[in-house]
């Protein structure tokens, strides 16, 4: 069992940057791939970020690429999310989660809201 906290969310302006947090429990952080959703009000939740078990490895989908970056500090059981260039459209609840198997992911966290807005 993973439990996940979310933190570092915030209201921020256009252009803006922030930096989410994602502190996980237990002893075996290192031993799983983690990943960054969003979802919008009205909309379903979307694929953010991944970052492989020693951090070699990262996607982004493509809204993202080239102004967030995901990373990981496994001595301190934490991923992270820099957000720069904020815009209006990443207004959302930021969660995180455990790669479980090849795709899935699991033990979703609380979520930390992120608005965009001047």
């Known amino acids: 069992q993973v439990q996940l906290v979310e933190s570092g969310g915030g209201l921020v302006q256009p252009g803006g940057s922030l930096r989410l947090s994602c502190a996980a429990s237990?002893?075996?952080?290192?031993?799983?791939?983690m990943a960054w959703f969003r979802q919008a009000p009205g909309k379903e939740r979307e694929f953010v970020a991944a970052i492989s078990r020693s951090g070699g490895m990262r996607s982004y989908t493509n809204s993202v690429k080239g102004r967030f970056t995901i990373s990981r500090d496994n001595t301190k059981n934490t991923v992270y999310l820099q957000m720069n260039s904020l815009k209006p459209e990443d207004t959302a609840v930021y969660y995180c989660a455990v790669e479980i198997a090849a795709g899935k992911y699991d033990y979703w966290g609380q979520g930390t809201q992120v608005t965009v807005s001047s």
């Open positions: 237990g002893r075996t952080f290192s031993t799983y791939a």
